[in-house]
């Protein structure tokens, strides 16, 4: 699978999109754990998994695949904004600017469109969803984009009953 720290351009994971998705998780790129293991955020200090194991059953005990069926079945998708970028470790401020490529979002949630809600795992996907995909989104893509606090490790400014209140909060309204 080569070396993950070092400069060389990084290739995110394609959509995990099921059956009319209504929201979709968006992060900014994989970090090295998940680019190694080829798992949406598979760093064991991730909270992501944590807080969907608490929601809908779908945390780091339960086997990967079961853990996305399960998040499908509830019409929640999981993608990244950046679908290329060089990025030296994992890191979301080492990602250099000028070398993002973003996800096609205008042809996802024309495919997709009961897509109503974007939620934003953490500040830097939103930032570069905003700068480098909401630009090419068309005029009749309405959705609703809401950015949540990171479930990095590197995001430790919150706590995890913080956090989970605020996920829980969010998907149960984009949810209904």
């Known amino acids: 699978m080569g070396d993950y720290t070092d400069k060389a351009s990084h290739v995110g994971f394609p959509a995990l999109i099921g059956d009319a998705p209504k929201v979709m998780i968006l992060g900014s790129m994989p970090g090295q754990a998940s680019l190694k ?22 945390g780091f005990d339960v086997e990967y695949t079961l853990r996305i069926e399960r998040l499908l079945a509830r019409h929640i998708a999981v993608w990244d904004v950046v679908q290329q970028c060089v990025r030296p470790g994992s890191l979301d401020s080492a990602i250099q600017r000028s070398t993002v490529v973003t996800n096609d979002f205008s042809a996802c949630l024309k495919a997709h469109p009961s897509i109503s809600t974007l939620l934003f795992n953490g500040g830097a996907a939103f ?40 996920w829980r909060s969010e998907l149960v309204r984009a949810l209904s």
Request: net charge positive.
């Open 127 to 166: 930032t570069l969803f905003k700068r480098h995909a909401l630009p090419t989104l068309l005029p009749d893509h309405n959705v609703t984009c809401v950015q949540l606090p990171s479930t990095s490790p590197a995001h430790a400014r919150i706590s995890f009953q913080e956090k989970l209140m605020l």
């Open 37 to 58: 293991q080829f798992q949406y955020y598979a760093h064991p200090r991730n909270a992501f998994w944590p807080i969907m194991g608490e929601l809908y059953d779908a």
